[in-house]
């Protein structure tokens, strides 16, 4: 049987910002539509906590790595949509190949 | 009725919303950015209680669970916020700083001030005094939408903090320089030695812009 896997409180923070980049490369979203596509791919592994994903948006912003622009919700509330820049994609490209060597490394070092 | 529902929670005309306004307003943060963080929670909350109502979930709970711990947003906002603090008031201060400490090292530092040493030195001078995080800061400025300027014929980037710092940097020493000149040819001195290094701040600074220019500009068409 395999061992269920427990639901972390937090994400690692370089962790967070590549899984904010790389749900970003595949669409513009605003921040609580980023927060669930990320808890429904981790399948429950882990919570998006508000605390750390805006500080983790604003931060990118900052950085240049994305773009914020503002819409309207059906009910006409302001809503801010975040977009990847060029810079980002970019980003996004090397988080990816760094976090994908980081989790090989580990396996490897386990044994698993 | 679902629907009243849905769209009185997301309008915030509850204790939820002075909640987050209290909470917002209590920030240690720059004003602009107040209103842009209460509409962000705002929308965040409002999703979190319309899907609550569609899954016939209690909507307060669902709202305060996104809304999460304040206290640790709190933390996290005012720790990445403060970057977008920084005035152009702030970055011209800090410029004058920095160009006087440049102007005083260039025209009293002697031969050793004239050459390379001298140019590197203006440059980590400037490099310390700017405002934190200032290159982010730049790139942001310069990717900004176009604007009007005060005669409204051309239009242009807005000069934010970071480009504030920039024209104060390269343009002040300048000016101390010349009432040097002047002074001392009031006193007799009549002989003026301009070292390179006087022009290696200015000319780093220009390349920055250009460079940085050209990134945002292609990221623009991008």
């Known amino acids: 049987m395999k061992a269920r896997r427990p639901q972390r409180d937090v994400v690692p923070r370089g962790a967070l910002r590549a899984l904010v980049l790389a749900a970003l490369a595949e669409e513009d979203l605003h921040g609580y539509a980023l927060a669930r596509r990320l808890e429904a791919r981790a399948r429950g592994t882990f919570k998006i906590r508000e605390g750390s994903l805006y500080p983790a948006l604003h931060e990118l912003e900052l950085e240049g790595a994305v773009d914020a622009t503002w819409t309207r919700a059906p009910d006409g509330r302001r809503r801010r949509v975040y977009s990847l820049t060029r810079a980002g994609r970019r980003a996004a490209k090397d988080a990816r190949a760094e976090w994908l060597a980081i989790a090989d490394t580990l396996q490897a070092l386990f044994g698993v | ?222």
């Open chain 2, 1 to 222: 009725m679902t629907d009243v529902s849905i769209h009185r929670s997301s309008m915030y005309h509850g204790p939820m919303r002075e909640e987050i306004e209290r909470f917002v307003a209590s920030l240690a943060i720059p004003a602009d950015r107040k209103a842009i963080v209460l509409a962000e929670l705002l929308d965040h909350v409002a999703c979190a209680t319309e899907a609550a109502a569609r899954d016939g979930l209690d909507q307060e709970a669902a709202g305060r669970a996104a809304l999460g711990n304040l206290e640790v947003l709190r933390r996290s906002l005012e720790a990445v916020e403060t970057a977008f603090r920084i005035t152009r008031k702030h970055a011209v201060g800090r410029g004058l700083v920095a160009a006087l400490l440049v102007a005083i090292i260039l025209d009293q530092g002697g031969s050793i001030m004239t050459g390379v040493v001298g140019a590197l030195v203006v440059v980590a001078i400037a490099v310390v005094c700017a405002p934190p995080r200032a290159l982010d800061l730049l790139r942001a400025e310069l990717r900004a939408p176009r604007i009007r300027g005060a005669l409204g014929m051309v239009r242009g980037i807005p000069i934010g903090p970071a480009l504030s710092y920039a024209f104060t940097v390269i343009s002040a020493p300048f000016l101390v320089w010349i009432a040097l000149i002047i002074q001392r040819a009031y006193a007799g001195v009549t002989v003026v030695d301009i070292p390179w290094s006087a022009f290696a701040l200015m000319t780093a600074v220009y390349l920055l812009l250009l460079v940085e220019g050209i990134r945002a500009r292609r990221e623009a068409a991008a």
